[in-house]
């Protein structure tokens, strides 16, 4: 199973539990048994609402946790970590709760549910960002090697750079859905498809194009040598575009 249909999987799993939790929530006899099965529930929650929706995170907590900054204990401010600790309702003059403690934990469980629930539309999106920013590190990291080798191998420094730039460009069509025929595309085969279809403009064709052309200087040997100033022309330029081309 891949990624995404894990995710999946552990959040209809987690969504699953939530009513033999509510269930042991109605029990105030049972409070350790359902602090039990919320504590597990609750920290592998945390762990998925982070990945996918940290922007819901403190709101799924809030439910959970007792506000250090609480002036009052109302059924407004009253929290499933109070519940845990068992500690009720408050009591009115006659010894009976003021409010029904039961009720106040059910809806903050079924909030966490609905959060949950929530994020099942987020998950191809959050892997996908996830994947963009692992491999523009990866990009990053490679054209720190192509500037080390300025000082070794001019032509061996302009092919790594290259690499990165048609690496790029190939999974910028991919992005766009663009078809490239050629089995093993050059920077130059990728560059005609992605102006065509309105990716770029032609300013960044021509740029790309330029980039493609340095990098031919150190692909093949010819009677001109690549110089220095060159290739770090194709390194910088490469940063560049990998920083605004998707």
Known sequence: MDT?????????????????IR?????????????????????????????????RLNEFCSYYRIDPKRKDFSVATYVIQDYVNGILAAMDLYNKPKWDVHNAITIRIINQSHILESLKSRIGTVLADVKGHLLAQIEDEELEIARKLLRVSLRGAGAVAGVVL?????RTAENHKVSIKKKDPTNSDLNDPLKSVGVYAIPTWRKIQHLADLRNLCDHKKDKEPSHDEIEELIVGVSAIIKTVF
Not at 34 to 50: D, H, L, T
Not at 166 to 170: A, I, M, P, T, Y
């Open 23 to 55: 269930k042991l929530a109605i029990k105030t006899d049972d409070i350790i048994a359902f602090g039990a099965k919320y504590q597990n529930w609750y920290s592998r929650c945390v762990k998925i609402v982070e990945l996918l929706g940290s922007d």
């Open 166 to 170: 048609e690496s790029h460009l190939q």
């Open 4 to 20: 995404e249909g894990e995710i999946n999987k552990e959040l209809d799993a987690l969504v699953a539990e939530v009513p033999s």
